[in-house]
């Protein structure tokens, strides 16, 4: 497939998110930001210096934090060498402020890299992460067997989770799960490692270490009165369930992008939902309507090329593989939203472009999404998505909308440069009377964007952007 040529002005923003300047006699009483709950812990790592606070007199325990950080906590609690240094990692150069700790951690078997060889110094930590670090750092082995729901005994951080489990340092959430997908706060990594480092186990909080309101409970709906006034798609990632109508409230769960909840009560702008055996409080902003059942939607999902057209090539990584892994979860994704998918192809097969067309036509498809990665030069990078028009029709005028919805979802949650909304005339959406898209994730003959390409994680990011960029056009349609 021809690939467009835009223009490209792409800045590398470099995040510092943890050489900290200490304040002069510093503790967790003279930083104005440290809840009750964990001052006790974070005075300990204050005191032996392995946290610090920021310059303007803060702690910042709700900020995010990063691979970076995380080891160069790790670092100091184990006197490890901070020399800046080179590093194995492409992503983590010699300048960078816990290159040091990354090289002697990395050395030490504590830390290692994901599975294209990057570190991503600024990408959050993970609460499997987390396990995985502090049960190697501080040689934590599991004594009893500790079983979570969501945590698969197969899985790579099983042991990890069980070890510091089974220490008393992560015990996990009230409504027994573990959470492995979580990502951490600063508060929640210092007290988690002052827990590791504690000599006597005293340092413990309950999780999540949230303020807890004051003791009035909500009024809880009762099961047996419970009414369905509306069932709503959650637009989150994360979207955290509350036992009451406000962030004071403890979490009992979790909801992802695409769950498909029954609101049961209303309180300003929290919702009362329920799903599964799942229920309680969520903030209404991250909910969206649920397609209506009397008109049924139908997408059609096409992976480009497959078969005897491999498409693009390059860092590793075929097109046709890549995109059929992606529009295989954004079926699931939309299916789960109650969304009705038809794919022209759901394996390695070649279906021509007339065929695509037919294929979706006779699923009774009412729109059309194809899924595409890019290739050209090696500096070009970014999302972008096509629809056809020669004037403006209504099937053009839709057509915009879909195109415009996926792509302002899509090169957010990529983290990549927008390229923008273009017209252009390829044979699967202009021979056809959908209203269809051509979604390109970005470009395989470009170093970072194949590097995200090659992972799960941002497979997945696709893949929920998409669905939900679907769903925003639903909501507009109708």
Do not use: C
């Not at 769950?259 to 799942?278: F, P």
């Not at 050209?376 to 629809?387: K, L, P, R, W």
């Not at 021979?431 to 979604?439: F, H, I, K, N, Y």
């Amino acid at each position: 497939m021809l690939k467009k040529i835009g223009s490209l002005l792409f800045a590398l923003s470099v995040l510092s998110l943890v050489i900290f300047h200490p304040i002069q006699e510093v503790s967790a009483e003279t930083l104005s930001d440290i809840p009750d709950r964990s001052k006790e812990n974070i005075n300990l790592l204050i005191e032996k210096e392995i946290i610090f606070g920021y310059t303007d007199g803060t702690f910042k325990p709700k900020n995010p934090v990063s691979r970076q950080e995380a080891t160069a906590m790790i670092g100091r609690a184990l006197n490890l060498d901070n020399t800046k240094q080179k590093t194995t990692f492409p992503d983590v150069t010699s300048d960078m402020y816990a290159s040091g700790y990354i090289a002697s951690a990395t050395e030490k078997g504590i830390i290692t890299g994901h599975s294209d060889g990057s570190f991503r110094p600024n990408e959050t930590v993970t609460r499997a992460q987390m396990a995985i670090i502090i049960s190697r750092a501080f040689d934590i082995k599991g004594e009893t067997k500790k079983s979570f729901p969501d945590v698969a005994n197969d899985s790579l951080y099983y042991e990890a989770i069980n070890s510091i489990a089974s220490a008393g340092i992560s015990v996990g959430y009230p409504d027994g799960t573990f959470k492995p997908y979580n990502k951490l706060t600063r508060e929640e990594f210092s007290i988690l490692v002052a827990k590791a480092i504690s000599e006597n186990g005293d340092y413990v909080v309950q999780e999540p270490s949230e303020e807890k309101p004051e003791p009035q409970e909500p009024e809880e709906p009762k099961d047996e009165t419970l009414d369905v006034l509306d069932e709503r798609i959650v637009t989150a990632d994360s979207l955290n369930v509350r036992q009451g109508p406000s962030i004071d409230y403890d979490i009992v769960g979790k909801l992802t992008t695409g769950n498909a909840v029954k609101v049961h009560k209303l309180e300003g702008d929290w919702a009362y939902v329920s799903y599964g055996g799942l229920k309680g409080y969520v903030h209404t902003y991250y909910l969206v309507a649920k397609p209506g059942e009397a008109t049924p939607q139908t997408v059609a999902i096409d992976p480009g090329h497959g078969g005897k057209d491999p498409g693009a090539s390059a860092n590793g990584l075929v097109e046709k593989e890549v995109v059929l892994d992606v529009s295989l979860m954004v079926r699931d994704y939309l299916k789960d939203s109650g969304i009705n998918v038809v794919m022209t192809r759901q394996s390695d097969w070649y279906p021509s472009l007339d065929g695509r067309v037919a294929i979706a036509q006779k699923g009774k498809a009412d729109a059309f999404v194809s899924v595409h990665a890019n290739a050209f030069m090696s500096s070009a990078t970014g999302v972008e998505t096509f629809y056809y028009a020669a004037g403006m029709t209504d099937r053009e005028r839709k057509s915009y909308y879909l195109a415009k919805f996926i792509n302002d979802r899509l090169y957010k949650a990529m983290d990549m440069n927008n390229r923008g909304v273009k017209n252009a005339g390829y044979r699967v959406i202009k021979a056809t009377t959908l209203p269809s898209v051509l979604t390109e994730i970005g470009f395989l003959t470009n170093d970072n964007d194949a590097r995200k390409l090659k992972t799960q994680h941002y497979r997945e990011e696709a893949a929920q952007a998409i669905a939900l960029g679907i769903i925003d056009y639903y909501n507009w349609r109708d």
